[in-house]
Every structure is written in structure tokens, then in C-alpha cells.
């Protein structure tokens, strides 16, 4: 996913009011039927359909209905396993475990409970559905694991040990922990399993830090993981020059700012580089086209075409952070032919699609990478790519949902799915990130 909206670090850290929880409600024997986008499980009671977390479809459970608000379904919490399916285990992280009560579970790592083969079986089901219902298309899509060899240190049978990021809040007496699960109450916490190694080294977890607002933990591909600490209304780097790290895939070095976006997982970077290359059709591929890296952030996978078809290659980055853009033009260096602009992706497309031979010329023979934000592209953005009439979409999509959309919008101007793959970038939780290419059918 890009840079924008959903990824670039938030202007300042004024703590949220919590929410007031609803009232409890009656605690319900459910028989859990499937799970649905977003990770929590469907049931139904009397009719009705209630979404109960902490539960694995073909399991019976006992769940405490949180919220009864709404006409059309309810929401509730696993307070119990009556019958457990084959595929529960042990919780990868304790503090998020079943045994603890709802508001103490820590939030973030809701699959954890799944078996892995499971957690990936559970995710493409989604994908395909979404696919099915919203995009019209049937596929077979398997989710695919990380690639261990671009993982060091993933603990792949516990989905353990890759986030490089990781974003903890303070509560007003200074405990510091993540968010329990859907709500904004602090849990203390004695591990961050899901972490790599130098997060978990540098976590404050046993201090106390008043006056805080949030931790940042961020671990680089090069240099000591690093420990950030905002108060309440901080502007990251709002003094002087932002810091800045460096990221790799291979022995491709990619500098970034330090607050600003990268690839979460240990080995997403390389394992989307790689997936692009795969995709992008080399026979539809023209070197000297107007190629296009939209939602480009700082040329990840501008650089991706460049090294699967030579220096020579075309390309144009669009991204709306500056500071991104700046560091994707000092990341693309490489390519005579790349350069990067600094753009909301809607407002530039509007000037190809308005210039004086857009009906004729278009992007003719280009390919064109995307990888918008949570959200998707949306029908702004894909009736602008198809109206310049590209060789082919190669899109990068984080929520099944959002692509599945867009999929359906690019259909509808004659653009076909041809290819896609899906990978674990997020073990022990509902996400998964896709890639898909799309192409005109003549």
C-alpha cells in the first residue's frame, strides 16, 4: 500500500476520547458459521446476525453481545470455547488470549488464536468472496506465506516476530500498552510478540511515562531499532530536517523518513517487489511507454519495474507527500528515464486525461502500478486510468474489499483480471495484501 491517506503518520497525537461502552448485553450459545472482512466471525441467533470475535468458524461458543444497537445484527465477544475447532491453538501473543476478559485483550493480533494454514485459508476465502460479490469474477486465489528467506527471524508456524513498526499508546497514570481490542483502553503488557527482535528489546513496557501520548518503535533495515516518544499534540519532526532511515530489499538501498512509510513486515518490501515483477505481463510491456507508479511513495515499486526491464525503463512516480517524492527521486537515481512528482494522484491524472492528445495518445502502451491506500482507488481514480487507455494495471491492494470494488470498476471499461496472488504480509491478523494485473480486452 502507498503512501497516503491510511499510512502517512497522523500531524499530531492529541489523545482520543474513549468511546463509553454500550451497555452488556445476554450472553448467547452461538453455532459460529464463517468469518467475515474485518476478521471477526459470523453467527446467527434467532434470525439474527451477530459478528462474535475471538472464534473460529464450525465452533460453538459462548459470547457476550457488546452491542445490541443496531436492527440488522449485534455485536459480541467469545467469553468461552463450548466446542473448539481443530485449528484453535494457543494464543501467539497471551495478553490477547481468550482467557482474558474482552477489555483486557490486547488488540492487534486478532488470527492469533488460528493455526496458521487456517489464518491463510480463512483470509483468501474472504478475498474470493469479496471478489465473487463485488468484482463478478471467480477465482481460486490462495493466500501465499512470506518467503523465508526474505524473513529472517518470522517465526512462520506462530506468524511471530515481523513487524517492524509498531505503535503503543499511554494512559493517563503513564502505563504503556497497546489498545485492547476495538476500544481506546491502555493494556499493560509483557511481550510484543509480533515484533522483531529489536522492537522487543527497546519496548518500554515495565516504565512509566507521563505526560506521553503514544510510543513509536521502529526498527530499520540498517542501524539499532529505535524508540520514539510523543507528548500530546506533537508534530513528528516538526524541528529542522526529519530524521531519516535506511530500508533495503536486496542490495537495494531505499531511504525514508524515519515518521514516514514503509513496508511493515520484515520481508513485504521484497516479497512485493518480487510480486510486481511476476505480474507486470513483459509482452504487454513497452521500456520507452509512459509507464506509471501511482500512490508511488518513496519509488518502491518504481524501482521494482526498473530492475525487472533495465535502465532504460520509463517511469513516473506520483506521490502527494513531499518529502516522499524528494527521497523517491534520490531512490530512482538509477533510471535516466524515471522521475518522481509530487501530486494527488485524482489532480494529476485530471491533467493527462485534459492534455491536448490525451484521445489519442493516452498512456498507449504503458503500464501503469498502483498501490492506493486502505480505501482503494475508487471510481475517480480507475475512470481516469481506463479513460488514457493503458496496456495493463498491475494493482497492489491491502483490503479485499477496496480491490474487489475496483476490479468491478475497471471491468466496466473493458479491463479484465488476469492474474493475482495474495500473500501473509500480516500473520496473526485479518489483513492481506494482494496483487492483481488487469488488462484490456481487445
Not at 1 to 9: D, K, S, W
Not at 204 to 227: C, N
Not at 271 to 288: E, G, I
Request: contains cysteine.
Amino acid at each position: 500500500m502507498a503512501q497516503e491517506r491510511r499510512r502517512r503518520p497522523a500531524r499530531g497525537h492529541r489523545r482520543a476520547a474513549a468511546p463509553r461502552p454500550p451497555e452488556p448485553g445476554p450472553v448467547l450459545e452461538l453455532e459460529v458459521e464463517r468469518i467475515a472482512h474485518g476478521g471477526v466471525a459470523v453467527a446467527r441467533h434467532e434470525g439474527r446476525v451477530v459478528f462474535v470475535a475471538d472464534a473460529i468458524p464450525g465452533e460453538r461458543v459462548a459470547a457476550q453481545v457488546v452491542d445490541a444497537g443496531r436492527e440488522r445484527f449485534w455485536r459480541a465477544e467469545t467469553v468461552s470455547v463450548l466446542r473448539a475447532s481443530p485449528d484453535r491453538r494457543e494464543h501467539a501473543w497471551p495478553e490477547a488470549s481468550v482467557d482474558r476478559a474482552p477489555e483486557q485483550r490486547a488488540g492487534g493480533a486478532e488470527f492469533g488464536h488460528i493455526a496458521m494454514t487456517r489464518q491463510r485459508e480463512l483470509k483468501a476465502e474472504v478475498l474470493r468472496d469479496a471478489l465473487h460479490r463485488m468484482g463478478g469474477v471467480e477465482t481460486g486465489a490462495a493466500v501465499e506465506p512470506v518467503d523465508p528467506s526474505l524473513a529472517p527471524g518470522v517465526d512462520p508456524e506462530a506468524g511471530t516476530g515481523w513487524r517492524t513498526r509498531v505503535r503503543l499508546h499511554v494512559a493517563p497514570d503513564g502505563t504503556v500498552g497497546p489498545y485492547a481490542a476495538r476500544s481506546h483502553t491502555v493494556v499493560p503488557v509483557a511481550s510484543l510478540p509480533l515484533a522483531v527482535a529489536g522492537i522487543q528489546a527497546v519496548a518500554p513496557l515495565t516504565r512509566k511515562l507521563e505526560g506521553a501520548a503514544a510510543v513509536d518503535l521502529v526498527a530499520p533495515a540498517e542501524g539499532a531499532a529505535q524508540l520514539i516518544v510523543r507528548s500530546a499534540g506533537d508534530r513528528r519532526s516538526s524541528r529542522g530536517e526529519p530524521p531519516t532511515i535506511i530500508e533495503r530489499v536486496g542490495v537495494r538501498r531505499f531511504t525514508v523518513d524515519r515518521d514516514g512509510f514503509w513496508q511493515v513486515h520484515v520481508g513485504a518490501a521484497a516479497t512485493l517487489t518480487s510480486a510486481v515483477q511476476d505480474l507486470v505481463d513483459p509482452d504487454r510491456f513497452d521500456p520507452a511507454a509512459d509507464n506509471q507508479d501511482l500512490y508511488g511513495g518513496v519509488g518502491l515499486l518504481a524501482a521494482a519495474v526498473g530492475d525487472r526491464f533495465g535502465a532504460n525503463v520509463r517511469i513516473t512516480t506520483v506521490e502527494a507527500d513531499a518529502r516522499a517524492t524528494e527521497h523517491a527521486g534520490a531512490n530512482l537515481a538509477d533510471w535516466v528515464g524515471a522521475r518522481a512528482v509530487t501530486a494527488r494522484v485524482d489532480r494529476y491524472l485530471d491533467e493527462l486525461v485534459a492534455a491536448p492528445d490525451a484521445a489519442t495518445r493516452g498512456l498507449t502502451g504503458a503500464t501503469v502500478v498502483l498501490d492506493p491506500p486502505r480505501s482503494g482507488a475508487g471510481r475517480a481514480v480507475v475512470d481516469r486510468i481506463a479513460a488514457l487507455r493503458p496496456a495493463q494495471v498491475v494493482y497492489v491492494a491491502c483490503d479485499p474489499v477496496a480491490l474487489a470494488r475496483d476490479v468491478g470498476l475497471f471491468r466496466a471499461h473493458g479491463y479484465e483480471l488476469e492474474a493475482l496472488r495474495a500473500f501473509d504480509l500480516f500473520p496473526d491478523t485479518h489483513h492481506v495484501e494482494a496483487v492483481a494485473r488487469l488488462a484490456a480486452i481487445v
